[in-house]
């Protein structure tokens, strides 16, 4: 089955600065990656999606790049507010079946 | 639109109680809805997919018999977790959508056996 490994674990960095967090996955055949934002104690939410017939997607702050001969896939946040201090989970999907990596925990310094 | 909701959001029972927690999708019908468990500080795991009028399928891992899966309706599903004990005590949380992707979540329900 589909393996989803996620780094780093916990990542500081100062507001206004960039924030980078990097997944791999196993199965060639996933072909959807969300990425989710969760705070504590609630649902996560969907922030950002690539399909795997695209390299990369932008949203305001954010966007995603997927490289899929290397089966990785990764999130930029630019210009972090403290607001972006949460959680967040990269995930590959397969037959719906959401596999998560085991998260960030992302911290905004001010 | 595309909301799912997910009751209760708190339970708290003695050991040996069995809880049922229902999912629904309010405004579309979900043949499959998925249903995931969090224990503190850690990732979501899928435990089982569960399928409108028929047996949910079950990830490796997970006792069928422990976890009951019933969706007998486009638009709810229910977990029951039989003769609960302290150890599942965790945060569990369906999904579902009307179109594959993305998926929508639920508020989760945080239950904790005494």
């Known amino acids: 089955g589909e393996n989803v490994e996620q780094h780093p674990s916990t990542l500081s960095v100062q507001e206004g600065d960039s924030a980078v967090i990097k997944c791999t996955y196993s199965d060639s055949a996933s072909n959807y990656f969300p990425w989710y934002k969760q705070e504590l104690g609630k649902r996560p939410q969907l922030i950002i999606d690539i399909r795997s017939n695209v390299g990369e997607k932008k949203d305001q702050r954010i966007a995603v790049t997927l490289n899929k001969t290397a089966k990785h896939f990764s999130l930029h946040i630019t210009e972090t507010q403290p607001e972006d201090s949460a959680v967040y989970f990269c995930?590959?999907?397969?037959?719906?079946?959401?596999?998560f990596g085991k998260g960030t925990r992302l911290h905004i310094l001010p | 639109g595309a909301v799912v909701s997910q009751h209760p959001s708190w339970v708290i029972c003695k050991s040996g109680t069995s809880v049922k927690i229902e999912c629904r999708s309010l405004d579309f019908q979900a043949t499959t809805m998925f249903w995931y468990r969090q224990f503190p500080k850690q990732s979501l795991m899928l435990m089982a997919t569960?399928?409108?009028?028929?047996?949910?399928?079950?990830e490796q891992g997970v006792e069928k018999d422990k976890f009951l899966i019933n969706h007998a309706s486009l638009t709810l599903s229910t977990l029951t977790v039989t003769s609960a004990h302290p150890e599942d005590s965790s945060f569990y949380i369906c999904s579902a959508s009307p179109s594959s992707q993305p998926q929508h979540f639920g508020d989760g329900t945080r239950l904790s056996i005494l």
């Open positions: 569960s399928n409108e009028g028929s047996k949910a399928t079950y």
């Open positions: 995930a590959a999907t397969q037959d719906d079946k959401i596999i």
